[in-house]
């Protein structure tokens, strides 16, 4: 399964976490071996771990991110794709 960065942000000493287009299924607490292809062509390794990202303007909503250990925001731009896998 692969999907689409649609934003992304910088923990300060915890590093990025990206919000995906699209739901996983994938349970929360376990590590995710994922491939990150940027719009550039590069390619990244990175272990995933699943988070739930709230907002609530206008109204609330609840969007699967993933922390992506190992990456910064400056590697991972928007419309990157992340495919877990298997």
Do not use: C
Not at 28 to 36: E, L, Q
Not at 55 to 69: D, G, S
């Amino acid at each position: 399964m692969r999907l689409e960065v649609i934003e992304a942000f910088q923990i300060t000493g915890r590093g990025l976490v990206a919000v995906l287009d699209g739901a996983t299924g994938l349970p929360i607490g376990a590590a995710h071996s994922t491939r990150v292809s940027t719009p550039t062509g590069a390619i990244h390794q990175a272990k995933a771990y699943k988070e739930w990202l709230s907002t609530r303007k206008p109204v609330p909503v609840e969007r699967e991110a993933f922390f992506l250990q190992v990456l910064d925001k400056n590697k991972v731009p928007i419309g990157s794709l992340v495919e877990f896998m298997k």
